[in-house]
């Protein structure tokens, strides 16, 4: 049965060449080594990075206009970020514990990172209250409603990540009714997309800090 490839190895493919076609001849079907949850995570994070980029785009043509004012920078904001930087430290140590087979830390380190979401969000929400009770309305300066829509995207994203965190909470706690395999495929889907969600906000984060 010949291996799968990479979707890097068949675009650097050459059809046309003979030993390329005798490879060809030899297909079982199977083309990418991606499983349907990695294709479709990362169709999603594609998606979420466009979409992303094209706000960043128009935040830095919209800020150097004059009634641009910059917003102060809660520390809160830095306690929400430290808090997102460790949930992703936390899901590297479930997915070594979950090739170790631990699922008993797995499990434990789940619930932590549950918890450690809510704190996030409980955090934005606060710092929300508090900017709204400084007098920074959404429709009170461009800066400010850009900083409202990027949290709340990127708010909206996380609770997106719980749901697929309580998928694989519920396959890892009852380890007798699935497959050891599948609940580490999905252990790292979810890990995945969390170290993303970490990624996104470090950028959202400096672009409004730095500008």
């Given at each position: 049965m010949r291996k799968k490839q990479s979707i890097f190895q068949l675009l650097s493919q050459k059809p046309w060449e003979p030993e390329q076609?005798?490879?060809?001849?030899?297909?079982?079907?199977e083309t990418l080594n991606l499983s349907k949850g990695k294709l479709g995570l990362r169709f999603i994070m594609f998606v979420s990075t466009i979409f992303f980029c094209l706000f960043i785009v128009t935040y830095s043509d919209r800020m150097i206009y004059a009634d641009w004012q910059q917003m102060p920078e809660p520390f809160m904001l830095w306690?929400?970020?430290?808090?997102?930087?460790?949930?992703?430290s936390v899901f590297i140590y479930i997915q070594l514990s979950a090739k170790k087979n631990d699922f008993d830390k797995v499990k434990y380190g789940l619930i932590i990172i549950g918890f450690l979401a809510l704190i996030f969000i409980l955090g934005q929400l606060f710092?929300?209250?508090?900017?709204?009770n400084l007098g920074y309305y959404v429709s009170t300066n461009p800066a400010n409603a850009y900083f409202y829509v990027f949290t709340t995207l990127h708010g909206i994203h996380l609770l997106g990540g719980l749901f697929y965190w309580n998928i694989t909470l519920r396959k890892v706690w009852y380890p007798k009714n699935v497959e050891i395999n599948k609940s580490k495929h999905t252990i790292e889907l979810c890990a995945i997309y969390w170290?993303?969600?970490?990624?996104?906000?470090?950028?959202?984060?400096?672009?409004?800090?730095f500008s």
């Open positions: 076609a005798k490879l060809d001849d030899l297909h079982d079907g306690f929400n970020t430290l808090t997102l930087f460790i949930s992703s710092v929300w209250n508090q900017l709204i170290h993303f969600l970490l990624a996104v906000w470090v950028v959202l984060f400096g672009l409004m800090i």
